[in-house]
């Protein structure tokens, strides 16, 4: 078996090597071994009656570094995932968008882009999209910043997420 072979080798070649004795940096610890901790599928989540008008256009929770906020403002941190909302019935939307926000975070995926439109043809002639994506990402604990999009990805109409390190999130 080539592992075995390569394992050989490597001992081999590491045969009369002794250790360098430690004596500056501390050794790292452990981290805890006890069972991770899982949020609940967004089926079996509950969504509560949120009011969703006048909703901030920007919003971060703090937790982001001064030079990434301004990087992810301008438009300079590129999105690795994109939802498109167009269309959709406010339930609906905010099922795909709290789904959509797990899994870019269970993936590691840093920005997202969430495309909801300006809400110009709604029949109340309200942004009632945007309003109900911004009022769900402020509610999402793995949302740390949102911001209006830069204009060649969709400018008002659409919303650019910063997500929390999934691996340090409970």
């Known amino acids: 078996m080539p592992h075995d072979d390569d394992r ?6 590491l045969e009369g090597v002794t250790p360098i004795e430690q004596d500056r940096i501390v050794p ?3 981290r805890s071994t006890g069972p991770a ?24 929770a703090g937790g982001l570094q001064r030079g990434v906020l301004r990087k992810f403002r301008r438009g300079e941190i590129r ?7 167009h269309g959709y019935r406010r339930d609906r939307a905010q099922r795909m968008l709290e789904s959509f926000v797990d899994r870019a975070a269970s993936r590691g ?3 997202i882009l969430v495309i909801h439109g300006k ?9 009632v999209l945007r309003q109900m994506v911004r009022a769900a990402l402020m ?3 793995m949302v740390l910043a949102y911001c209006p999009a830069i204009l060649r990805d969709g400018g008002d109409g659409a919303t650019c997420v910063y997500l929390k390190n999934f691996r340090s999130c409970p």
Do not use: I
């Not at 949120?50 to 920007?58: A, R």
């Not at 809400?119 to 942004?127: C, D, I, L, M």
């Open 8 to 13: 050989r080798r490597f001992r081999e070649f």
């Open 79 to 85: 999105p690795a995932a994109r939802l498109d909302l």
């Open 109 to 111: 995926d840093k920005c």
């Open 28 to 30: 790292e610890r452990t």
């Open 139 to 141: 509610r999402h604990p």
């Open 37 to 60: 901790r899982v949020r609940e599928p967004v089926s079996e989540r509950r969504f509560e009656a949120v009011d969703f008008s006048e909703q901030p256009d920007s919003f971060h």
């Open 119 to 127: 809400g110009s043809r709604s029949q109340t002639s309200e942004a």
